[in-house]
Nanobody, 115 residues
Framework: QVHLVESGGDLVQPGGSLRLSCAAS????????MGWYRQPPGKQRELVAA???????NYADSVKGRFTISRDNTKNTVYLQMSSLKPEDTAIYYC?????????WGQGTQVTVSS
């Protein structure tokens, strides 16, 4: 069993910053991909950023240069540093780990960007 818990979501003004965290526990051996997704109100879930075990990263065009994915293997935690936030970044953010070709998801954390 794999358990993912996101934290760090909040209400922030445009131009502000937030750091999201996703802590993993359970049977997490064999991770080959970690990622952050988001689901804006009324829209489908979309990839925001992903990192392979080789630390190769991939970002959505809309967040390149503003968001950074990173990880701390000692804490089994992946982070999403978000800066220069825009109202269109408002969404529920989910982390996902792919382990032996199976995707596991957290419960999500709300990020609202508004003045």
């Amino acid at each position: 069993q794999v358990h993912l818990v996101e934290s760090g979501g909040d209400l922030v003004q445009p131009g502000g910053s937030l750091r999201l965290s996703c802590a993993a526990s359970g049977s997490i051996g064999g991770i080959d991909l970690m990622g952050w997704y988001r689901q804006p109100p009324g829209k489908q879930r979309e990839l925001v950023a992903a990192m392979s075990t080789g630390e190769r990263t991939n970002y959505a065009d809309s967040v390149k240069g503003r968001f950074t994915i990173s990880r701390d293997n000692t804490k089994n935690t992946v982070y999403l540093q978000m800066s220069s936030l825009k109202p269109e970044d408002t969404a529920i953010y989910y982390c996902s780990f792919r382990i032996y070709n199976r995707n596991y998801w957290g419960q999500g954390t709300q990020v609202t960007v508004s003045s």
